[in-house]
């Protein structure tokens, strides 16, 4: 993983408990990079989730400090999403919009942005995502996809330093899984720092550069993806991809 001072977020010493006095973790360090792509895995239930929202500015730490690009979460003022963006597992959350240009739209207008940017801006976003030709398309009508790739554009069009993906390639066929990590790719080409948060680890460790795992509210191995697999992750549950079959008969998840 990139040296912390290279981080464009920086979870440090980060700690949630939760009203019965459990922790969901504690005196967690995680950080994510500019121009990256990191995947975050674990089995459900391992803390992820909690803890990707907490990168987002979505929920709050009961101690340590969130910071995004040296500034500490809590003392940023006004929106969040244009500094760290967050697409949620169900695209369905995140459209509000009629058409697809309307809800790309959306965010940049919220942002104050003047009326030509904000097209600019979404237009831009539907243009990286393969959206270009759909400005008119109602979303209700769009596949799954599609509305996940509107999902990000969404996000891209309030131009964040970071991007977190939710479960971004759960109930895609094969075209929608390479549409998305297409776009993943691009976007870390031109900067922004790309969080993966998945227990799909066979769809998303050949874009990353790095690869952290989660287990029990704590981060159990991270590093260069091979080193991370070489150190085993099945312990943690997650299927290694390497585990070759040689029969049909070993494609069951069976032992």
């Known amino acids: 993983m990139a040296p912390p001072d290279a981080a464009v977020i920086r979870a440090k ?12 973790f504690r005196g967690l360090n995680f950080s994510v990079s500019p121009g990256e792509i990191t995947v975050l895995a674990g089995r459900n239930g391992a803390g992820k989730t909690f803890l990707a929202k907490h990168l ?16 500490a979460m809590k003392d940023i003022e006004g929106s969040r ?18 058409t697809v240009l309307d809800d790309a739209l959306f965010g940049p207008t919220n942002l104050g942005q003047a009326p030509a940017d904000c097209l600019s801006r979404a237009r831009s976003a539907l243009l990286a995502c393969g ?5 008119e398309s109602f979303v209700h009508r769009l596949s799954g996809g599609e509305l996940r790739r509107l ?19 759960v109930n895609l066929d094969m075209g929608g899984v390479k549409a998305v990590s297409t776009i993943c790719l691009e976007i870390a080409r031109e900067g922004l720092a790309v969080l993966i ?21 704590r981060i159990v191995l991270s590093g260069e993806p091979s080193a991370v697999l070489a150190a085993g992750v099945e312990s943690y549950g997650l299927r290694d991809p390497f585990r070759s079959p040689q029969r049909v008969e070993d494609l069951s998840w069976l032992d």
């Open 13 to 24: 010493s980060l700690g949630h408990r939760f009203a019965d006095g459990a922790w969901a």
């Open 56 to 71: 987002a500015g979505l929920l709050e730490p009961t101690e340590g400090s969130v910071l995004v690009e040296g500034r």
């Open 81 to 98: 999403a244009c500094l760290v963006g967050y697409v949620f597992q169900d695209a369905r959350l995140q459209t509000v919009g009629e």
């Open 131 to 135: 959206l270009a030709d759909r400005e």
């Open 151 to 169: 999902a990000i554009a969404g996000v891209l069009a309030m131009r964040p330093k970071a991007i977190i993906l939710d479960e971004p390639f």
């Open 197 to 217: 948060v998945t227990h799909e680890i066979e769809k998303a460790l050949g874009l990353a550069n790095s690869f952290a795992v989660m287990d029990s509210g």
